[in-house]
């Protein structure tokens, strides 16, 4: 029997940014050392076109990072993999903090492998822009939020995983504190002589620290923008 539904091409896209060419950018990062099933089988479902303006579509499914504008990137999808194969190691993710919205894409590979995610955006026209992926992606476990997240949202914790998508000098021990038991931070610590991407783990009262990757984020940032 033939199916009536017809496919969305905007969604789905055409030509450079097809089904096809997502396939090639998961292939990819499985030679780069991603693992996870889960993670992979996410980054293949998931639309990165949407989230990248008109004029970089062409390289949406490059695995590169991306300018979205107001001096802020749509991540590298390697990162992403990276960062999200990383918390989820641990096993199942019931609350996940991410800290940087940007224009929704880390959010949108977290959600799917999480019960509830809350995401902070101190940029308010990025935080529109993810608003309006992340409904057309009919994602309806991600609370977002226009705000100052540098500290990290203490009224949902404990959180089993925090992301954090830009770099302070050192590690918040706000974010530590928000910890839930054996839960794992993903966070760039570093300024512009270098940064490293680090998972720090919660054991007990003990913060196990391990470096993933040397990366490039931009700054962490106190405070909101409106316009």
Same mark, same amino acid.
């Given at each position: ?14 030509? $450079? ?7 090639? @950018? ?13 993670? @992979?089988? $996410? ?30 990137? #749509? ?23 991410? #800290? ?12 799917? @492998? ?7 955006? /101190? ?15 009919? @994602? ?21 995983? #925090? ?46 620290? /391990? ?17």
């Amino acid at each position: 029997m033939e199916s009536n539904e017809k496919p969305n091409l905007h969604l789905d896209g055409i030509g $450079v940014t097809s089904r096809r060419a997502r396939e090639r @950018l998961v292939n990819s990062l499985a030679k780069k050392g991603i693992k996870s099933g889960e993670v @992979l089988d $996410v980054m293949r479902a998931t639309p990165r076109h949407i989230f990248v303006d008109e004029a970089f579509s062409h390289l949406s499914y490059e695995d590169r990072a991306l300018n979205i504008g107001y001096r802020q990137t #749509i991540s590298q999808p390697y990162v992403v993999a990276r960062m999200t194969e990383a918390v989820l190691a641990a096993g199942p993710l019931r609350r996940v903090l991410e #800290i940087g919205t940007g224009c929704g894409y880390q959010t949108a590979i977290i959600a799917p @492998l999480a019960e509830e995610v809350h995401s902070i955006e /101190r940029i308010k026209p990025l935080h529109d822009r993810a608003v309006a992926n992340l409904r057309l992606l009919g @994602l309806d476990n991600v609370h977002l939020l226009h705000g100052d997240g540098s500290l990290g949202y203490a009224e949902q914790s404990p959180y089993d995983a #925090i992301i954090v998508t830009a770099a302070p000098l050192g590690v918040p021990k706000e974010l530590l504190a928000q910890l839930a038991p054996n839960g794992r931070l993903a966070i760039p610590v570093g300024g512009e002589a270098g940064q490293e991407l680090r998972l720090i783990t919660r054991v007990k009262d003990q913060f196990v620290n /391990r470096m993933l990757e040397h990366v490039r984020f931009v700054p962490l940032l106190k405070g909101r923008v409106r316009n």
